[in-house]
């Protein structure tokens, strides 16, 4: 990952201000924002793709502080590029509970106004790096089960996960696609390995990819030598689940 890449996006995000397109939304009523002032900077950056394409929720990484400029932004970029509506999650930090009731939040709005996006609200994606992983793992896993972080109102597509923490794949998962760095030593690759073996064992179709060389925390990555396209990868793999539905 790149200081250009960085640069990149927040030129785009500078252009669409500039066409007076609104780029930030918040998620949560001015009321509960007033009443609770962790929630002010709570929403959603949107980076626009085609017309009533599917869209992609981005949770980037980050326990104690926010890696939504220097990871999330280019990923949501590339993504919007292929077509894809990207959004990307500023999500409440520290606390995965806090956490999964603002992606809770984040797809059931997306969803209720698709209309005034202008995306499809089928065959939606979710994407986590790192605490993001995990937040999006906690809410597919338990949100049904414990009602602690609100109910989805429709499970995603596809989940792709960038170097999760910990992940045990089970019957509640959705197609998952796995990528951390081959020098990682943060995630126990041998867990993501047999959950990625266990999730196609229950014919939940899933992918596990080691960029080679790499450590945690990676991002994007498109120019280390001998680095693989892993977004390429992921959205292959998306494309490949939307057919064989």
């Given amino acids: 990952m790149t ?10 995000l500078y252009d669409e201000v500039k066409k007076e397109n609104q780029i930030f939304y918040p998620i949560y009523h ?10 002010k900077d709570t929403g959603l950056f949107f980076f626009r793709g085609k017309k009533k394409a599917p869209f992609a929720l981005i949770l980037p990484g980050g326990y104690s502080y ?10 949501a970029l590339r993504i919007s590029r292929v077509g894809y509506n990207a959004f990307e999650l500023s999500y409440r930090q520290k606390k995965v509970l806090s956490g999964s009731q603002d992606l809770v939040k984040a797809v059931n709005y997306i969803k209720n106004n698709f209309s005034m996006f202008g995306v499809s609200k089928e065959d939606y994606s979710l994407w986590g790096a790192s605490t993001g992983a995990q ?8 949100s ?4 602690s972080a609100g109910i989805i109102m429709s499970k995603p597509a596809v989940n792709i996960y960038t170097y999760p923490i910990s992940f045990y794949g089970t019957n509640e998962d959705s197609p998952t696609f796995i990528v951390v760095g081959e020098n ?3 995630v126990n690759k041998t867990v993501l390995k047999s959950s990625v ?14 960029m080679p060389r790499l450590e945690h925390g990676f991002g ?5 030598a001998g680095s693989i396209n892993w977004i390429s990868r992921a959205i292959d793999f998306l494309e490949k689940i939307k057919e064989e539905f």
């Fill in 30 to 39: 001015i009321k509960h924002i007033k009443e609770k002032e962790e929630l």
């Fill in 220 to 224: 994007i990555d498109l120019e280390t």
């Fill in 144 to 147: 049904e089960k414990t009602f």
């Fill in 66 to 75: 926010k890696s939504l400029i220097h990871e999330g932004f280019p990923l």
């Fill in 3 to 12: 200081a250009r890449h960085t640069i990149e996006s927040l030129d785009y």
């Fill in 184 to 186: 990682d030593k943060i």
């Fill in 135 to 142: 937040i999006i793992i906690n809410v597919i896993q338990t």
């Fill in 197 to 210: 073996a266990n999730l196609n064992n229950l014919n939940i179709n899933a992918k596990y990819t080691e």
